[in-house]
């Protein structure tokens, strides 16, 4: 299944693995690559040394190509962490919360991709004239950090604002190949997918995570600032609940970010042997797309049933 997107990342199917922080480490980023479709390192929870480690464990098992996501908005000095990421071998860079006007000039001379997660329209227009090399529009059905938007109007919007200069990728709420089919028929080269990835046994996650995703319908998550101070999709969680009804005003990012890690609700990057988490407080972003996963599924079985199940949906529409 041949697109802009598969042209310009140089991969076999449109079909890219979401930077999750906390979750999209080196085995689940290789395994989407070897499978065809586009991995990516969810970067905003590592450290440096980690994130450079985690760079070179990707290029240990796969020689396809895989990008990086980092945030914007995240106190950090971005031209070395972009810079770390080049010398890595990884042939995109992807941004959430904020254009990362800074590293664009950096990254294309030297041959790297720059992504933009965009939520409205005039983020989509800052970012390609900023230089960006593809956008990323991301629905409120998304896991994560996520605006008001749905993707079914949001896609068609900004395809129309700029699909003629730059890509455009559709992500949320994406979780089969239906998605995918009904991404390409938008105007869309291809799909951006998170949640249905947490659900794998290449992805990490805390002792409780996935079973969560498994056990929850299409009404189990909620949009709250009580993780990070930004709006952020995620397991409705006894933590979250108690945080909206009380009416508390979140700390900015990332000091609200910081709180919640105080709280022993944040184990974010942690894995099954991390201790102290308590499934009813735990920072477990995740879409609305939970309601249709059901098992865990290797991530490169994901990766060739979407395009398979997309061929099959676009042939029926057609037929």
Same mark, same amino acid.
């Given at each position: 299944?041949?697109?802009?997107l598969t042209e310009i990342l140089r991969v076999e199917h449109p079909v890219m693995l979401a930077g999750m922080g906390g979750v999209s480490y080196s085995r689940l980023c290789a395994a989407v690559s070897e499978a065809g479709g586009f991995g990516c390192l969810g970067a905003s929870t590592m450290g440096d040394e980690e994130m450079v480690a985690e760079i070179a464990a990707v290029r240990s098992l796969t020689d396809k190509p895989f990008g990086v996501d980092l945030l914007t908005a995240a106190p950090q000095d971005m031209p070395a962490k972009v810079q770390a990421i080049i010398d890595g071998g990884a042939s995109v860079f992807v941004a959430g919360l904020g254009v990362p006007r800074e590293v664009v000039d950096q990254c294309h001379e030297q041959n790297v !991709?720059?992504?933009n997660m965009c939520g409205k329209v005039h983020h989509a227009t800052a970012a390609v004239e900023a230089g960006c090399d593809l956008v990323v529009a991301q629905g409120t059905e998304a896991g994560g950090h996520t605006g008001r938007i749905a993707t079914l109007p949001l896609v068609p919007m900004i395809v129309d604002a700029v699909g003629s200069e730059v890509p455009?990728?559709?992500?949320?709420?994406?979780f089969d190949g239906r998605a995918l089919a009904a991404a390409l028929t938008l105007g869309a080269a291809g799909v951006w997918v998170g949640t249905?990835? !947490?659900a794998t046994p290449e992805a990490r996650a805390v002792s409780g995570y996935k079973d969560r995703i498994l056990g929850a319908d299409e009404t189990s998550t909620v949009v709250t600032r009580a993780y990070t101070g930004k709006t952020c999709r995620v397991i409705n969680t006894d933590y979250a609940d108690s945080f909206e009804r009380s009416g508390a005003k979140p700390e900015p990012f990332?000091?609200?970010?910081l709180k919640s890690l105080g709280d022993g609700a944040n184990h974010l990057g942690g894995d099954e042997t991390t201790a102290g988490v308590d499934p009813d407080k735990e920072f477990m972003p995740a879409g609305q797309a939970v309601g249709a996963i059901s098992s865990l599924t290797?991530?490169?079985? !994901?990766?060739?049933?979407?395009v398979a199940e997309a061929e099959q949906a676009l042939a029926g529409a057609l037929g």
């Open positions: 299944m041949q697109t802009a !991709i720059v992504v455009v990728v559709a992500a949320g709420g994406v249905r990835f !947490i990332p000091a609200q970010f290797p991530a490169g079985d !994901i990766v060739r049933s979407m």
